[in-house]
């Protein structure tokens, strides 16, 4: 049986100072509304999910 697990394949934020580790891509943006542009174009670029992590930061997720 194969399991459905969701990835995280992109942060998008706008706090560089919140970031800790690596792993995926990080995006940093200017303001909000760069966020939700940016976050939004990933989504539907990669065929993925954004997840809103709290108001400076968003998750791109594989489906």
């Not at 992109?10 to 995926?24: P, R």
């Not at 997840?51 to 997720?61: A, G, L, N, R, W």
């Amino acid at each position: 049986m194969q399991e459905n697990g969701s990835q995280i394949i992109a942060i998008v934020t706008t706090e560089k100072e919140n970031l800790k580790g690596g792993g995926v891509p990080v995006f940093i943006t200017k303001d909000k509304d760069s966020l939700q542009m940016i976050s939004f174009t990933l989504e539907k670029t990669l065929d993925a999910s954004a997840h809103e992590v709290d108001q400076d930061t968003m998750i791109i997720v594989k489906r």
